[in-house]
């Protein structure tokens, strides 16, 4: 029992490792960004200059969901806060919840507020916001203070009139502040969303947030996975660990399996959920990860929900779906579930079958394929119609419905013919 | 799926599971927390993989993998998102798994009441240190959930797939889990726990499982349905405890058969009220008169409406199949329906006119109606009745008497049908401003309506 006990605290203790570090935006990125021409490197010089060199500033951080954009920032500005305890405050807006500009003033405001200790009143107005955010701008440019304004999802604030933009920048230009405006967004194009006045005043640095390449990717996973040999993992095991980690990655098997993951999902978030879920089925008794690990982990990411849904379907179900493709096939692009059912008396009048259920067993059969979102209301309008005569349209192509059929356990062969004809 | 052949190596070989639930529950009582609770009642402490396996005898696949993906105890999580069609045990699985491995566990259904939950959570993960649990009902859109913080875990729980949930909106995608529907033998296997006796209940389960599982699948609808034909199959058998040989199981086949295919079609229906009449009628009939017993049984309405209300039914019926025009000469004042028209030969044009005409009219739905139109025809039928009314039974009622009272509440009434669905209130019509309605009942019935009425509906109606 104690053995036992011995054996399976170094697994448990390699499994809460990585799971904890795959976990941590910190420890990701940090090994990505020790280049000296990183993202990183280029973020940390543009803003300590404008905090040493007292100037305004403003750039774009660009890049597909999940390369990392906001998590370096955040150990950029997590680095110049230990370097410039007095000399930074960074005040967060984020365009899902600020794009209205009365919202965003005061929001800016009240963390201005709390930055500074000061007491901040919900009720003051938009003037009144605006004319103390200008205010705190000029006093802290007096006392050499930057104050820095990140913007995340800034393709939001691009919408609408942009006075939010244009007040900041305006202000960052007219004032005498030291302010540095980051807007992060997934866009590329964000800046062609900008209207003219506000371009003008934004530089127009971009910093983009690529893929890694391949190689790059193999030495971030090895790095990721390893475990380190001076922590308090048995050291033993942590050799061992390492030796078949090592085996895995040089398998062209594995070579395989991540480039086919990597085609589809090539950020650095997706590669990281996809270690989670492989790491996370690691088998504690053996102890150390396994490529079956690695190709479960891609199973259950190539999955087909409706593939799914179709196999979950009872046998009446997939009558009426079968009848709604074969109205389709008739070119009758709008039906609704009367002339569904008349078409599934016209299949029980032609072949005597066994499935001719009544109209209110049918009906409850139709609810059930709207609840599954296998058809869908045509308009969300028609609310005073009842639920037999809004028309409906099909949200499965007929490859995937046939497909479908082909794989159902005990499909009736009267189905297949008719989807065949 | 062969559970029961490898309890022992399960407890061994799943891990932390064993080896933490003892290490929650000895530290428990020396945590200072409040213990948080979630909506429903999962009153016991965390108990053995064991036990979490039984409860839920279809779902061994789902449950090792979601342990797995919630980690040892105290490890961060990603948030997984968990989805499958209704009634597949998707909530009660999670909350009891994750109770299993986590201290604290809540389940909201909106999202106001998560970042309440959240606040108080993170209050919590301030002063001790435990790791903490979240979940969020997500059933409409996704939410999106940028951060993702090492204390607090998410576990979203769903209806439709996740491929419904693609929005560009930043959050971290969740690690799906589907909770596949139940085959045929999970059904069965579900369905035999609990059972007093087993084999009663597997010999009905063989004959009855199969052609309900072809009509739906679902756990909740099947249970209702089979329970109900379950009392009938025992009716014969005075020993409920008995197991049943070959020949019995024959003799109750062949009782229980010709109620197989109309309770099939009855499936979903909630019975209000047992029909005992009709169903000592049903025992004695054969298989071919048994549909002359069912039209027999239907006639009934189960429910209670007044006089006025039924009426009102019927002329809000009238008035969505009948086009406006037709009214004068159905409803003249001599009260004689005029519906008969000279039968021409139908010519091949005219007959495919009328299916187009026929297929419009499916499409369409019934039609709209002003309120005053459905007063006038009420009024009308009304009148009527209260004719015919008076020709059989001479003078028992004061006709004034009784046609104010029909007509006084009768605005009342079609409230109340408003909100029983009976008719909807449709929009309102922008040349004329007033709301239009529509009805809702099916023909059916409308005609069983009207035969307790004794109203010669068919008369009225408007026949292309």
Redesign the interface.
């Known amino acids: 029992m104690g053995r036992e006990k011995e054996k399976e605290k170094p697994s448990e203790k390699a499994l809460n490792l990585l799971r904890s570090r795959l976990t941590d935006p910190n420890f990701i990125f940090r090994p990505l960004s020790d280049y000296p021409d990183s993202n990183y490197s280029k973020l940390k010089f543009i803003i300590s200059t404008s905090v040493t060199e007292a100037c305004n500033n403003s750039i774009l951080l660009l890049g597909p969901r999940g390369s990392g954009k906001v998590a370096v920032l955040e150990l950029v500005l997590s680095d110049l806060l230990q370097q410039y305890p007095e000399g930074i405050s960074v005040i967060r807006l984020n365009g899902l919840l600020h794009s209205d500009d009365n919202c965003a003033l005061k929001e800016i405001a009240r963390q201005l507020c709390v930055e500074h200790q000061l007491l901040f009143s919900k009720v003051a107005s938009f003037d009144d916001n605006s004319q103390f955010i200008i205010a705190m701008l000029r006093e802290c440019g007096l006392a050499h203070k930057t104050i820095i304004f990140v913007l995340d999802e800034f393709d939001f604030f691009a919408q609408g009139k942009q006075r939010l933009l244009y007040s900041l920048l305006d202000a960052m230009q007219s004032v005498n502040s030291q302010a540095v405006v980051i807007g992060v967004s997934c866009r590329l194009d964000v800046d062609q969303l900008l209207e003219k006045r506000v371009r003008s005043r934004f530089s127009h640095r971009k910093l983009l947030f690529l893929s890694p390449s391949k190689e790059d990717t193999e030495r971030f996973m090895e790095h990721i996975l390893s475990l380190p040999v001076d922590s308090n993992i048995p050291h033993n095991y942590a050799a061992e660990f390492n030796g078949r980690l090592k085996k895995i990655f040089s398998d062209d098997r594995f070579k395989e399996l991540i480039n086919t993951y990597l085609s589809f999902n090539f950020t650095i978030g997706h590669l990281v959920r996809f270690l989670f879920q492989a790491v996370s089925y690691m088998d504690l008794d053996v102890g150390f990860l396994s490529l079956e690990n690695f190709k479960t982990a891609l199973s259950s990411n190539q999955r087909q929900p409706k593939l799914e849904c179709i196999r979950d379907c009872s046998i009446l179900e997939l009558y009426m779906l079968v009848c709604m493709k074969r109205l389709e096939v008739k070119e009758q692009n709008s039906y609704n579930f009367y002339t569904v059912m008349t078409e599934y008396k016209t299949i029980h009048d032609s072949s005597q079958t066994s499935d001719n259920y009544a109209a209110n067993v049918c009906l409850r059969a139709f609810e059930h394929l709207l609840q599954r979102q296998l058809i869908n209301f045509i308009d969300n309008r028609g609310h005073n119609q009842s639920v037999e005569f809004r028309p409906v349209k099909l949200l499965i192509s007929s490859a995937e419905l046939h497909q479908g059929l082909k794989s159902y356990h005990q499909c009736p062969a009267i189905l297949l013919k008719k989807m065949d004809r | 799926m062969d559970m029961e052949g490898s309890p022992q190596v399960t407890r ?2 799943t ?2 599971c064993a ?1 933490s639930s003892n290490d929650v529950e000895s530290t428990k009582p020396s945590e200072s927390y409040k213990p948080t609770l979630n909506d429903l009642a999962f009153g016991k402490q965390p108990f053995g993989l064991e036990d979490l396996l039984s409860r839920f005898p279809c779902r061994r696949t789902q449950i090792l993998e979601f342990l ?2 919630l ?2 105890l ?5 948030p997984v998102l968990v989805y ?3 009634s597949t045990g998707k909530t009660s699985v999670t909350l009891q798994d994750s109770k299993h491995s986590y201290s604290s566990v809540k389940r909201c259904e909106r999202p106001s009441d998560f970042v309440n939950y959240l606040r108080e959570a993170l209050e919590n993960v301030i002063s001790s240190l435990k790791g903490n649990s979240g979940k969020s009902n997500s059933k409409m859109s996704g939410r ?1 959930d ?1 951060t ?1 913080m ?1 204390e607090v875990g998410l576990i979203f729980i769903s ?6 949930y693609y929005l ?3 959050y ?2 969740p ?2 889990l ?1 909770f ?2 139940y ?1 045929e033998d999970d059904l069965r296997h579900i369905f035999m726990v609990n059972q007093t006796n087993r084999k009663l209940y597997a010999s009905f389960l063989d004959v009855v499982l199969r052609p309900f ?6 756990v909740d ?1 099947l249970a209702a349905a089979l329970s109900s034909l379950f009392k009938k199959y025992c009716e014969p058998l005075s020993d409920k405890e008995v197991a049943p040989n070959e020949e019995m199981k024959r003799k109750l086949f062949s009782q229980i058969r010709p109620h197989i295919s109309s309770a ?6 909630v019975r209000s009220q047992p029909l005992l009449g009709a169903e000592a009628n049903k025992t004695k009939k054969t298989n071919s008169s048994k549909m002359s017993g069912i039209l027999e049984d239907f006639d009934k309405i189960d429910f209670h409406m007044s006089t006025s209300a039924k009426y009102l039914l019927i002329s809000a019926f009238l008035a969505s199949r009948n086009p406006a025009t037709l009214d004068a000469s159905l409803f003249d004042s001599t009260g004689v329906s005029d519906s008969r028209k000279r039968k021409r030969k139908a010519s091949e044009k005219s007959m495919d006119q009328k299916e187009m005409a026929e ?1 419009e009219l ?5 039609g709209t109606f002003p309120l005053e139109r459905l007063l006038a025809i009420f009024q009308c039928i009304t009148s009527l009745a209260e004719d015919s009314l008076d020709e059989e039974e001479s003078r028992e009622l004061t006709t004034e008497g009784s046609s104010r009272g029909l007509m006084s509440d009768v605005l009342l009434q079609l409230s109340s049908l408003c909100n029983a ?1 009976f008719i ?4 309102s019509c922008p040349l004329e401003g007033s709301t239009r309605y ?1 009805t ?1 009942v ?1 023909e059916d019935l409308a005609l069983k309506v009207a035969r307790s009425l004794k109203f010669p509906l068919s008369k009225y109606l408007y026949r292309r």
């Open positions: 061994r070989t891990r932390s080896v797995r993906l980690g040892p105290n490890s961060p999580l990603f499958g069609g209704p999106p940028g993702m090492p209806n439709i797939s996740p491929d419904m560009n909106i930043g971290v995608e690690i799906p589907y596949l529907n085959t599982c072809r009509v739906t699948r679902r609808e099939l079609n009855e499936t979903f229906q297929q499916h499409m369409k739905g019934p669905n909807i209130k449709g929009g529509r809702a099916s």
